[in-house]
């Protein structure tokens, strides 16, 4: 802990949290430093973000490797289920579950198919993924493994000849046996459409083809859906409660495709949609200028990123769309990512302060997208030729972002504000209000620190002004890491949750100090020290 010169006022006994609630400051702060230049965060939540979903941190999982995240009834991967408690234990309820991507609109069912996938790989177009697949009954037993998770099934709107029309009928049944156990969030028809006319992974429909013809082909296909539901599952399934959709899913707010457009040719005229979702990502894995320093850790970058976002959110809802917006696919660097930098530790304080930056802008949830051997995968769930099983990197960044938010079951609103500070490319800092009140700072330092340099590690104290109301002790709890460039030996609070330590359950790192105190004067001063390329979560009694 490091307080400023001439506030060192009060006994520090311990770093210890259980012990810290006994200790009394034994004097009130005097006047402060002349540097000390504080920024105030507001007692009130008038600026911040709309209230977030409950599920907040929630991810996407590429359709073809679900089975590979989620095992199969036989084999379910406790791994994958034993992280997603783990954000539960912040945030109060698993992250929800998209099963879709890329492969979705490749995706075509076998009822004769014995295995859950079977996928073939078109190196010029992928190596990340097969450009082919077919999935098997067997693909929709990886719905049954994780306990109280709510998913959203993908199914395929790009490939649209008679057999696969058939195909995607025959797989209803399955797809709502599967969904049967209270554990659907919503259907969605096709991935990212505005990219169909100009995909690098494959053109599949015309120059021609509008947002009318959009709306008409999703509606048409929908509709199918409906009737192979109440004839497959039952009646219930075409409820207006039950029979929702995850739409549309675009690329981005600027592709070949307009949503405005799209909303006015009526593609939410049947209220079938829940979710607006949207996608997002920073930048390419191979464009060229891409680097930890100049991309993700660079808060600029971040907000320009999604004021496209929140201007297209404006836009809409100035065309009468009134659903919430989220983000139902998103990563740092778009072609899975580049080694190096998606999976660092300067990507998991990219992932803080894009997740914490889209609650403070009403984008009400984030799904992160993951596949097997993704560079920018929060972790590899199985062990392939290219990647061991484990705990990347971004993980941790999931966890900080489920621990700012706190466990939001336990209030009737959380939300975000961004508070912004003198430098707004390298830093960053939130506040967290929960049912209105300020529960939560987290401080992001995001200059680069390459500990591979061996350089003296630079820290910065941030001085906030705080209401007087949380005049007393904060806990300081850390997104640790020996450098930007680590891709080992990340910590949260002290806590890992690395596979190779305890499958993922969390273990204490020895080494690593955790809650420690910092005091807020009777003024509500406050300075958190933050050393470059570190995050500090501030939990604060106010
Ligand atoms: C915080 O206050 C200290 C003096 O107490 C000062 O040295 C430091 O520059 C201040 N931090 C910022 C970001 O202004
Ligand atoms: C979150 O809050 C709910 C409601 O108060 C409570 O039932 C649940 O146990 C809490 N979860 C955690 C992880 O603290
Ligand atoms: C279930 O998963 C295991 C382990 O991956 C695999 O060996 C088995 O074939 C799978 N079962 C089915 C029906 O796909
Ligand atoms: C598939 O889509 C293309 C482009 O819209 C269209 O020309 C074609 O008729 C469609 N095929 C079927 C079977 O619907
Ligand atoms: C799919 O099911 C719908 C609704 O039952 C039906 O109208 C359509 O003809 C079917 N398509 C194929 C290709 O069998
Ligand atoms: C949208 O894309 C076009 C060309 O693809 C570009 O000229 C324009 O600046 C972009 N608009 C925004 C708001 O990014
Ligand atoms: C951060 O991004 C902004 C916007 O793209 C850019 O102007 C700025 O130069 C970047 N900062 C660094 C350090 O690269
Ligand atoms: C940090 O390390 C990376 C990889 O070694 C290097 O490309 C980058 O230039 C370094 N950054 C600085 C600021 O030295
Ligand atoms: C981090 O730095 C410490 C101290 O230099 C070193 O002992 C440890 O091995 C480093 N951890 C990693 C994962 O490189
Ligand atoms: C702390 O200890 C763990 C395991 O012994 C090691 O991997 C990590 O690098 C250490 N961290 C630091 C900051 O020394």
Partial sequence: MILPPQTVLFIVATSNVASSQ??????????????????????????????????????SIELAFFP?????????????????????????????????GNTQDYAVFDSSLTTATSGTYIPSISDDYPRILTIGPSFFESYQTWADVLFIHGFNLATNSTSASESLNQSVPYACNALSKNNLLTWEMGNEPDLYKTSAQGIVRPASWSEVDYVKEWKDKVATIKDMLGNACGEDWVSAQKFKWTAPSF??????????????AGLGSDGDISLFSSHNYIGGATQPGITLGNTLLNHTKTVLSIAAHN?????????????PYILGETNSL??????GLSNSFGAALWGVDFNLMCAATDIQQVFMHQGTDYRYASWQPISTSKTNMGTKPPYY????????????TNSTTTRVQNIPLSNSDTESAYAIYSDSKLARLMVINLNEYNYSLSAQRPEMAYNFTLPVSCAGHGLVQRL?????????????????????????EPKLSGNVTRDEIVWVGEDGGVAVPVPWSSAALVQLTC
């Fill in 22 to 59: 006994s200790l009394v400051p034994i004097q009130t702060p005097i006047a402060r430093p002349p540097d000390f230049n504080p920024v105030t965060v507001p007692g009130s939540v008038a600026a911040a973000g709309a209230s977030v979903f409950k599920s907040f941190v929630s991810f």
């Fill in 68 to 100: 590979d995240f989620a095992g199969n009834s036989s084999s379910p991967n406790t791994f994958s289920d034993t992280l997603l408690e783990n954000l539960k234990a912040f945030q109060g309820s698993k992250p929800d579950i998209r099963v879709g």
């Fill in 251 to 264: 690329a981005g707010t600027n592709n070949s495709l307009d949503t405005v457009e799209a909303w006015k």
């Fill in 311 to 323: 201007a297209e959110q404006k836009a809409l809802s100035a065309a009468g769309m009134t659903l």
């Fill in 334 to 339: 778009y072609n899975q990512g580049a080694p």
């Fill in 397 to 408: 960044g999931n966890i900080a972002v489920a621990a700012a938010l706190g466990n939001i």
């Fill in 480 to 504: 640790m890491a020996n450098g930007s460039d680590a891709t080992t030996g990340i910590t949260f609070n002290g806590w890992t949750y690395n596979y190779d330590v305890a499958k993922g």
